[in-house]
């Protein structure tokens, strides 16, 4: 099998990992700076008060010093525990344990003013991101034992100052994603079938795609802004391997179970379109103490109906190994803000948020994306020592309601059967975050 890792990534990822839980919803990481976690992201595409505008909006680059830098990441910890409820998997049973664990999110980002008017700017990030994982042979292990989705996004931008009102952003965006499934194969209750659970199942994929981003910022006043953004949608044509192997059990890689017979182990390839996002954003100082802040953003979930996984080698070249059906439906983010000046040195943050998640059914959830709509509690602080540097804080308590699952992937193929998984799932997730930002 050939190795799907790019060496061409190896400088970027010393500088910077690329992996993450998600806490917003679906697999999309809201967390590409710390700075405004303490508000819930509530204003995020017109704050611009920090180089990582260059993300959210990078018409925000006008409004900061002739040199910038930002760096900072966010530690996520989510749960996802199982209670089942009549489900039938065959020899599978237990619950999984904790699906969910810690991810980290950094990001980096650099601001520069090259003419009058004129702002050059780079950001990197992990936009998407996504890992569960369950003790092996659990109820749902049929469906899914690990989940792993990892981005890279490298954001080169540029802002123009149309005038004292308007400024302008544009960027552009290469972006890499990877994935690790793994599942338990061969689990069945078919009478005559030999049962030969334990072997396991693990997919590889790999890819690179471009996409871009845009928006304007609005000073109505002097305490008063408004910012608006669009990032594009992003099409991943990617490639990799299926791959069994048999936990030691010598029948599982055999023609008996029939899984090399099908062509259990071969090459693949997906295609995913990553959702497109548009935000509309405004900030209004109501005197010289407190701020109110103020968003709504877009997630176009529906790009991703549903995921074939296509086999390209061996006996079953062209037919589909497996297929995620997803159904994502599109999704709304409400968020409002408060920044309170407790002295010239320190502004104490505060936000609430609700989050709907794209999953439109128990039918269609996933084992390895046991996701509800959310509601975010979120508290923060800036330290600002001078006008040259600053250091924010921040942390969210994300409420998750108990969600119900009822996947019937049953089959009455021995490589194809995953089981019928019906139950509920308790999810919680917090996040802790630090920013650093420099002006020089």
């Known amino acids: 099998m050939h190795k799907i890792f790019n060496p061409r990534l190896i400088p970027a990822l010393i500088a910077v ?12 990481l809201l967390e590409q700076n710390a700075s405004g976690l303490g508000n819930a992201y ?12 260059i993300f959210y909006n990078p018409a925000g680059m006008t409004q900061l010093q002739s040199r910038e830098v930002s760096v900072g990441g966010s530690f996520i910890h989510t749960s996802y525990k199982f209670n089942n409820n009549g489900s039938s998997t065959g020899s599978l049973s237990g619950d999984g344990k904790d699906g969910g664990g810690w991810g980290f999110v950094p990001n980096a980002y650099m601001s520069m003013q090259v003419a009058k008017d004129w702002y050059v700017g780079l950001g990197i990030g ?8 369950y003790d092996n042979m659990w109820t749902g292990g049929a469906q899914s034992r690990k989940f792993d989705i990892e981005t890279l996004n490298i954001n080169p931008s540029v802002a123009w100052r149309v005038n004292d009102v308007v400024s302008l952003g544009f960027g552009v965006n290469w972006q890499r994603l990877q994935a690790e499934y793994i ?16 072997a396991t199942g693990t997919v590889t994929l790999a890819g690179d795609a471009w996409g871009w981003n845009a928006g304007a910022l609005f000073n109505l006043g002097p305490a008063t802004k408004v910012g608006i953004s669009y990032r594009s949608a992003v099409r991943h044509n990617l490639e990799g391997d299926s791959m069994v192997t048999s936990n030691g059990d010598p029948t599982a890689n055999g023609t008996v179970a029939g899984l090399n017979a099908a062509g259990a182990s071969s090459h693949v390839k997906a295609t995913i379109k990553l ?3 548009a935000i509309l954003s405004a900030t209004h100082k109501l005197n010289d103490r407190v701020e109110v802040l103020g968003d709504v953003s877009w997630t ?49 943050k505060f936000g609430l948020a609700y989050d709907q998640t794209p999953v439109p059914s128990a039918q269609h959830r996933l ?19 001078s006008k040259a540097l600053t250091f924010d804080v921040g942390a969210t308590y994300l409420y998750v309601k108990s969600v119900d699952i009822d996947n019937n992937q049953s089959s009455a193929t021995v490589t194809s059967n995953r089981g019928w998984v019906k139950g509920s799932f308790d999810a919680t997730a917090f996040i802790l975050g630090a920013q650093m930002s420099m002006a020089f």
């Open 367 to 385: 084992v390895s994306l046991p996701d509800n709509n959310r509601t975010w509690f979120s508290v923060g602080a800036q330290y600002k020592p």
């Open 275 to 277: 959702p497109d996002t």
């Open 126 to 133: 992990a936009p998407f991101g996504l890992k569960t994982e």
């Open 300 to 348: 176009g979930w529906s790009t991703i109906p549903k995921v074939d996984i296509i086999r390209t080698s061996g006996a079953l070249n062209g037919a589909t190994a497996q297929t995620l059906d997803t159904e994502f439906r599109n999704t709304w983010r409400v968020a409002v803000g408060t920044n309170y000046q407790l002295n010239d040195e320190v502004k104490l």
């Open 42 to 53: 509530a204003g995020s595409a017109a704050v611009a008060d920090n180089a990582s505008t």
């Open 17 to 28: 990992a690329f992996s993450g839980t998600a806490a917003a919803s679906g697999f999309q």
């Open 183 to 198: 599942r338990t194969v061969g689990v069945t209750n078919i009478p005559g079938v030999v049962n030969v659970a334990g």
